[in-house]
């Protein structure tokens, strides 16, 4: 429908016109509406129309007399010379409600003080074009009620002092400091009630002033004002205008960290960006949280680990609203999930005044290093500082690399000293006389005798029979799938052969590395809901079986209390920030692709907590839907008995181009022209990948918004293409997004779709299968929701299912490891593949984390670096200590 048709179309009811995304009408070619179609009109909405430019909003100026209320939200095509047409041909205005519009300046406000003497209600956010000049010609021309001005930075003390002499009626302002506050006392002194909304910048001086100033006050109501200084002293009758006081967790007015970012064009490198921010020491972020010092342990000024006491302290409180950010399937470059899940959590906490906090994933040195750079975010939306974040962080990494490396010298050692020695004698070893002449078991002794149903407490009350069960473990080497780990890309350590020392008598056997975050402990850490629970899982880990077929664990091993001391800082989560002040929590990092690719459930606990109801808790899903939304839904939180209210898709017109048939993606390596040009054809094409993610995404029973995030060669038309073909695949919402240029303010409408999506959900928490499914059934009903038509086991997949079941693991949820480049087992195999066949070449379980995982394909598990990886890039200046070329 073309843009004069819908008008027509809804100028039956002659007096109310609202027009919302669906308007193509360009500024240069075609004209909103005749006169004769406006003449009768008094309000009219113009919300996300960016084609609508001045010249169609000239007609409206010239022909709409009666003109009342006008809207213009994110109309980015409308400038100064529509606003003085509206002004000068619509003197009846009486609301005017303007966001986002950045043609409009001062000329245009100007154009309203001095025609529109009938404007009550005025609202100008984020104009950043519209300062001073423009507020002294309203205080002249209009008598207000209502003013708010949100997000325009060039409104100073001139322009407040101005209003608060001029509009002697006002009762709602925002953003005011204690110079307009004084001046709005002296000259407001019949004010019976005002509402202050996200005046940041008042004191208690200001507030003081207002009181005593305005003696027939009688309501005052305060909404996200951070007051500074508390020396304040109301008497009983004032006592009402203080705001009012939730629970000490629950309440954040308006984080006093939030900073104000200075964005540049073109946008400069990440680290560059990161350096130029000077973070808040991490006491005042824990501060704006509610946390006091005994809450947490500083590492350093800007990180601190957040203590899993706080849940115990906060038991029973609400939580706020859960929002998962995954993707369509990416392509090599990935689509900016970590960045639209930070820049999402700006807008909420530095533009929409919300209580939230991120909850991200720990970065793996192995790609940081590698290819594809760190995972702080990019642009104006980046966890600082970025280093810190990409690097050691608080070192949870290197204790679970020291914990996977000692469970496995622990198998080793274990195959070694029982192939030397008899029965007597290992057991002899394993539980030796004290100066007493006494025996007695260790605590994790106790959990293997109870594995094997001995009820003796005293080792001497043995029989041989029962210290033959206890002491051997009679580990099958061929059946170990434990590996040692380390934090690097490393493809020389795929395979290699160990025990070929002079002194290990021959037992040599072949095995391999990991990369550490492919470690089942990191992926235990991720699950764990206590340290109890971790202690548990831990020692339920299991590395083999032995020589009969019974799984040998951790426990078994008598290794898993030692690991858990190792583990016992790391359960954790580490406390950042954003470049824009909000809190982050940083915690676990198991890769999508071969395990199940999200942060901590403790960290996210922790944060729904903290934020409290109608705060918002944002965390992110590694790669596409597919992967990393799916085993969120299906395992995390199975496990963690939480429910996401939103799930957020993120899209982009590059991978949407790649999987409408475009050229290959490949990192390193310029991308082809089709990607720098316009082809909306090409777009749509890639689009039925989108739609496959909205529709598996909405199954679950949450609601969907799709994020654009926007990159600079996107073209309008691309854009309007991919917004409708999300919504016609049932999206609750699609917002163009452009918070890597602009931070928070650019994903404002992310934002807001997220925070209406939250509020209206209609369904509860829907799991894709029912974990008493036997285990091909429940891998079978993942592979359809990829669009394959059956499932094909190898030979080895076929025992290890018969194994597990057997062992009584048939119960846990299913993990697949997969390539994240497509929706099948074929990376190169783009859009919405179907009636394919999945093959199963092996699975193998993490029963420790919980969960069964099949191998789709090969999946390598330790990365290779490329020919020319990221470290060529990263140094440091010696003399400020600031590190460079991080990304």
Request: glycine share 10%; proline share 4%.
């Given at each position: 429908?073309?843009?004069?048709?819908?008008?027509?179309?809804?100028?039956?009811?002659?007096?109310?016109?609202?027009?919302?995304?669906?308007?193509?009408?360009?500024?240069?070619?075609?004209?909103?509406?005749?006169?004769?179609?406006?003449?009768?009109?008094?309000?009219?909405?113009?919300?996300?129309?960016?084609?609508?430019?001045?010249?169609?909003?000239?007609?409206?100026?010239?022909?709409?007399?009666?003109?009342?209320?006008?809207?213009?939200?994110?109309?980015?095509?409308?400038?100064?010379?529509?606003?003085?047409?509206?002004?000068?041909?619509?003197?009846?205005?009486?609301?005017?409600?303007?966001?986002?519009?950045?043609?409009?300046?001062?000329?245009?406000?100007?154009?309203?003080?001095?025609?529109?003497?009938?404007?009550?209600?005025?609202?100008?956010?984020?104009?950043?074009?519209?300062?001073?000049?423009?507020?002294?010609?309203?205080?002249?021309?209009?008598?207000?009620?209502?003013?708010?001005?949100?997000?325009?930075?060039?409104?100073?003390?001139?322009?407040?002092?101005?209003?608060?002499?001029?509009?002697?009626?006002?009762?709602?302002?925002?953003?005011?400091?204690?110079?307009?506050?004084?001046?709005?006392?002296?000259?407001?002194?019949?004010?019976?009630?005002?509402?202050?909304?996200?005046?940041?910048?008042?004191?208690?001086?200001?507030?003081?002033?207002?009181?005593?100033?305005?003696?027939?006050?009688?309501?005052?109501?305060?909404?996200?004002?951070?007051?500074?200084?508390?020396?304040?002293?109301?008497?009983?009758?004032?006592?009402?205008?203080?705001?009012?006081?939730?629970?000490?967790?629950?309440?954040?007015?308006?984080?006093?960290?939030?900073?104000?970012?200075?964005?540049?064009?073109?946008?400069?490198?990440?680290?560059?960006?990161?350096?130029?921010?000077?973070?808040?020491?991490?006491?005042?972020?824990?501060?704006?949280?509610?946390?006091?010092?005994?809450?947490?342990?500083?590492?350093?000024?800007?990180?601190?680990?957040?203590?899993?006491?706080?849940?115990?302290?906060?038991?029973?409180?609400?939580?706020?609203?859960?929002?998962?950010?995954?993707?369509?399937?990416?392509?090599?470059?990935?689509?900016?999930?970590?960045?639209?899940?930070?820049?999402?959590?700006?807008?909420?906490?530095?533009?929409?005044?919300?209580?939230?906090?991120?909850?991200?994933?720990?970065?793996?040195?192995?790609?940081?290093?590698?290819?594809?750079?760190?995972?702080?975010?990019?642009?104006?939306?980046?966890?600082?500082?970025?280093?810190?974040?990409?690097?050691?962080?608080?070192?949870?990494?290197?204790?679970?690399?020291?914990?996977?490396?000692?469970?496995?010298?622990?198998?080793?050692?274990?195959?070694?000293?029982?192939?030397?020695?008899?029965?007597?004698?290992?057991?002899?070893?394993?539980?030796?006389?004290?100066?007493?002449?006494?025996?007695?078991?260790?605590?994790?002794?106790?959990?293997?005798?109870?594995?094997?149903?001995?009820?003796?407490?005293?080792?001497?009350?043995?029989?041989p029979e029962e210290v033959n069960k206890f002491a051997r473990l009679?580990?099958?080497?061929?059946?170990?799938?434990?590996?040692?780990?380390?934090?690097?890309?490393?493809?020389?350590?795929?395979?290699?052969?160990?025990?070929?020392?002079?002194?290990?008598?021959?037992?040599?056997?072949?095995?391999?590395?990991?990369?550490?975050?492919?470690?089942?402990?990191?992926?235990?850490?991720?699950?764990?809901?206590?340290?109890?629970?971790?202690?548990?899982?831990?020692?339920?880990?299991?590395?083999?079986?032995?020589?009969?077929?019974?799984?040998?664990?951790?426990?078994?091993?008598?290794?898993?209390?030692?690991?858990?001391?190792?583990?016992?800082?790391?359960?954790?989560?580490?406390?950042?920030?954003?470049?824009?002040?909000?809190?982050?929590?940083?915690?676990?990092?198991?890769?999508?692709?071969?395990?199940?690719?999200?942060?901590?459930?403790?960290?996210?606990?922790?944060?729904?907590?903290?934020?409290?109801?109608?705060?918002?808790?944002?965390?992110?899903?590694?790669?596409?839907?597919?992967?990393?939304?799916?085993?969120?839904?299906?395992?995390?939180?199975?496990?963690?008995?939480?429910?996401?209210?939103?799930?957020?898709?993120?899209?982009?017109?590059?991978?949407?181009?790649?999987?409408?048939?475009?050229?290959?993606?490949?990192?390193?390596?310029?991308?082809?022209?089709?990607?720098?040009?316009?082809?909306?054809?090409?777009?749509?094409?890639?689009?039925?990948?989108?739609?496959?993610?909205?529709?598996?995404?909405?199954?679950?029973?949450?609601?969907?918004?799709?994020?654009?995030?926007?990159?600079?060669?996107?073209?309008?038309?691309?854009?309007?293409?991919?917004?409708?073909?999300?919504?016609?695949?049932?999206?609750?919402?699609?917002?163009?997004?452009?918070?890597?240029?602009?931070?928070?303010?650019?994903?404002?409408?992310?934002?807001?779709?997220?925070?209406?999506?939250?509020?209206?959900?209609?369904?509860?928490?829907?799991?894709?299968?029912?974990?008493?499914?036997?285990?091909?059934?429940?891998?079978?009903?993942?592979?359809?929701?990829?669009?394959?038509?059956?499932?094909?086991?190898?030979?080895?997949?076929?025992?290890?299912?018969?194994?597990?079941?057997?062992?009584?693991?048939?119960?846990?949820?299913?993990?697949?490891?997969?390539?994240?480049?497509?929706?099948?087992?074929?990376?190169?195999?783009?859009?919405?593949?179907?009636?394919?066949?999945?093959?199963?070449?092996?699975?193998?379980?993490?029963?420790?984390?919980?969960?069964?995982?099949?191998?789709?394909?090969?999946?390598?598990?330790?990365?290779?670096?490329p020919t020319r990886p990221c470290f060529y890039d990263i140094d440091?200046?010696?003399?400020?200590?600031?590190?460079?070329?991080?990304?």
């Amino acid at each position: 429908m073309s843009s004069r048709m819908f008008v027509q179309t809804v100028l039956s009811f002659k007096t109310h016109i609202l027009c919302k995304h669906g308007a193509n009408t360009s500024s240069k070619s075609s004209h909103f509406c005749s006169y004769s179609d406006t003449k009768n009109l008094t309000e009219l909405a113009l919300l996300y129309c960016h084609r609508i430019g001045d010249v169609s909003l000239l007609e409206v100026g010239q022909g709409c007399k009666f003109l009342q209320v006008l809207h213009l939200v994110d109309c980015s095509s409308i400038g100064d010379d529509a606003m003085c047409s509206i002004a000068s041909g619509c003197r009846n205005l009486k609301k005017l409600h303007i966001r986002r519009c950045y043609k409009i300046g001062n000329k245009g406000i100007i154009a309203v003080g001095k025609h529109c003497t009938s404007l009550t209600d005025l609202s100008i956010r984020f104009c950043d074009r519209v300062g001073d000049g423009a507020f002294t010609a309203i205080a002249e021309g209009c008598s207000l009620y209502s003013l708010t001005v949100s997000g325009c930075h060039r409104i100073g003390d001139a322009g407040e002092i101005s209003i608060a002499r001029g509009c002697p009626q006002l009762c709602h302002l925002d953003n005011l400091g204690d110079v307009a506050m004084a001046e709005l006392g002296e000259n407001c002194t019949s004010l019976k009630e005002i509402v202050l909304s996200h005046c940041r910048k008042i004191t208690d001086v200001g507030l003081t002033l207002l009181v005593k100033s305005c003696t027939m006050l009688e309501f005052c109501q305060m909404v996200y004002c951070a007051v500074k200084q508390t020396s304040l002293v109301f008497s009983d009758s004032e006592s009402l205008f203080l705001p009012k006081t939730e629970s000490q967790f629950n309440t954040m007015s308006s984080s006093t960290t939030v900073r104000k970012l200075e964005v540049v064009s073109p946008v400069p490198a990440d680290i560059d960006i990161a350096n130029s921010v000077e973070p808040v020491h991490i006491s005042q972020i824990a501060k704006d949280l509610n946390l006091s010092p005994n809450h947490y342990d500083l590492y350093g000024k800007y990180k601190a680990k957040v203590l899993l006491s706080v849940l115990d302290e906060l038991e029973g409180s609400q939580d706020g609203y859960y929002v998962v950010v995954g993707g369509i399937t990416p392509t090599p470059l990935g689509e900016g999930k970590s960045t639209t899940t930070v820049g999402l959590c700006q807008a909420l906490g530095a533009f929409l005044d919300k209580k939230v906090v991120t909850c991200v994933r720990q970065p793996s040195q192995g790609p940081t290093f590698g290819i594809k750079g760190g995972a702080a975010g990019g642009g104006y939306s980046q966890v600082i500082p970025m280093d810190e974040f990409n690097l050691h962080l608080t070192g949870d990494i290197h204790a679970i690399t020291a914990a996977n490396n000692l469970l496995a010298a622990a198998i080793d050692t274990r195959i070694f000293h029982e192939s030397t020695q008899s029965d007597k004698a290992l057991f002899n070893r394993l539980c030796p006389p004290n100066k007493e002449g006494k025996r007695s078991f260790s605590d994790v002794m106790f959990r293997r005798l109870k594995k094997l149903g001995i009820s003796k407490t005293n080792p001497d009350d043995l029989t041989p029979e029962e210290v033959n069960k206890f002491a051997r473990l009679d580990i099958d080497p061929n059946s170990i799938t434990w590996r040692r780990v380390m934090d690097i890309n490393d493809r020389f350590l795929r395979k290699i052969t160990i025990g070929q020392g002079p002194d290990e008598k021959g037992m040599v056997r072949e095995t391999a590395f990991d990369i550490s975050v492919a470690s089942e402990i990191m992926a235990v850490l991720a699950l764990t809901t206590s340290l109890a629970d971790m202690r548990e899982r831990l020692g339920k880990m299991v590395i083999g079986n032995s020589k009969s077929g019974d799984p040998v664990t951790a426990d078994d091993l008598g290794v898993g209390g030692a690991l858990t001391v190792l583990m016992k800082d790391a359960i954790h989560p580490t406390l950042m920030q954003t470049l824009e002040g909000t809190p982050v929590l940083v915690h676990a990092g198991p890769f999508a692709n071969i395990a199940h690719g999200n942060s901590s459930i403790v960290a996210d606990k922790i944060a729904l907590k903290l934020v409290g109801p109608g705060g918002f808790v944002v965390t992110e899903a590694g790669f596409g839907a597919d992967i990393g939304a799916e085993k969120f839904m299906n395992i995390k939180c199975r496990y963690s008995g939480l429910t996401p209210q939103c799930a957020i898709i993120v899209a982009t017109i590059r991978a949407l181009k790649m999987h409408g048939g475009g050229p290959a993606v490949v990192a390193g390596k310029p991308l082809d022209h089709a990607y720098l040009t316009e082809n909306v054809a090409l777009v749509e094409a890639g689009c039925v990948n989108m739609a496959r993610h909205i529709s598996n995404t909405k199954s679950y029973g949450v609601n969907v918004v799709v994020a654009i995030n926007m990159f600079s060669t996107d073209t309008e038309a691309e854009l309007n293409a991919v917004r409708s073909a999300a919504l016609a695949a049932g999206a609750y919402d699609a917002v163009i997004c452009t918070h890597h240029a602009h931070g928070g303010k650019g994903a404002v409408d992310l934002g807001i779709a997220v925070q209406k999506a939250c509020e209206n959900v209609t369904q509860p928490l829907k799991f894709l299968y029912p974990l008493d499914l036997s285990i091909k059934e429940k891998i079978e009903a993942i592979a359809r929701s990829y669009g394959a038509s059956g499932v094909e086991y190898s030979e080895q997949a076929e025992k290890k299912i018969e194994m597990y079941s057997k062992q009584g693991f048939s119960g846990l949820p299913i993990c697949m490891a997969k390539t994240q480049y497509s929706f099948s087992d074929n990376a190169a195999a783009k859009g919405a593949p179907s009636g394919f066949v999945l093959p199963i070449r092996d699975v193998r379980a993490s029963i420790g984390a919980g969960f069964i995982y099949p191998l789709v394909g090969t999946m390598s598990t330790m990365p290779g670096l490329p020919t020319r990886p990221c470290f060529y890039d990263i140094d440091i200046d010696t003399t400020t200590g600031k590190v460079t070329g991080l990304s």
